[in-house]
Nanobody, 124 residues
């Protein structure tokens, strides 16, 4: 079955960096659009960034532009989220997601496949 396994979350101070990884298995990775979502307590899940099948950047939400970078390595079936200059408002559970349709991927609960999430906490 399809599995998406995130790693790399943690507790950091404002201004620090983290790199999240999401290893995919059970699917033909290069066929899928990949995205990173986040959900803070009491908030809706929101798309942070999305990347196309061949690595083209499709979306960043405005609040992370210039600080976060999404990338993928199709040979390793892995998608990454490099997060720099972290702010307390970036605190959330971060989820990776996969879907063969970008129109479905970009919806808050649209993607077919989700990881279990990894907690990112940024202290001030």
């Amino acid at each position: 079955q399809v599995q998406l396994a995130e790693s790399g979350g943690g507790l950091v101070q404002a201004g620090a960096s983290l790199r999240l990884s999401c290893a995919a298995s059970g699917l033909t990775f290069s066929y899928y659009y990949m995205g990173w979502f986040r959900q803070a307590p009491g908030e809706e899940r929101e798309l942070v960034g999305a990347i196309g099948r061949n690595g083209g950047i499709l979306y960043y939400r405005d609040s992370v532009k210039g600080r976060f970078t999404i990338s993928r390595d199709n040979a390793k079936n892995t998608v990454y989220l490099q997060m720099n200059s972290l702010k307390p408002e970036d605190t959330a559970v971060y989820y990776c997601a996969a879907d063969p349709s970008f129109d479905r991927l970009k919806l808050p609960m649209g993607p077919n496949y989700w990881g279990q999430g990894t907690q990112v906490t940024v202290s001030s």
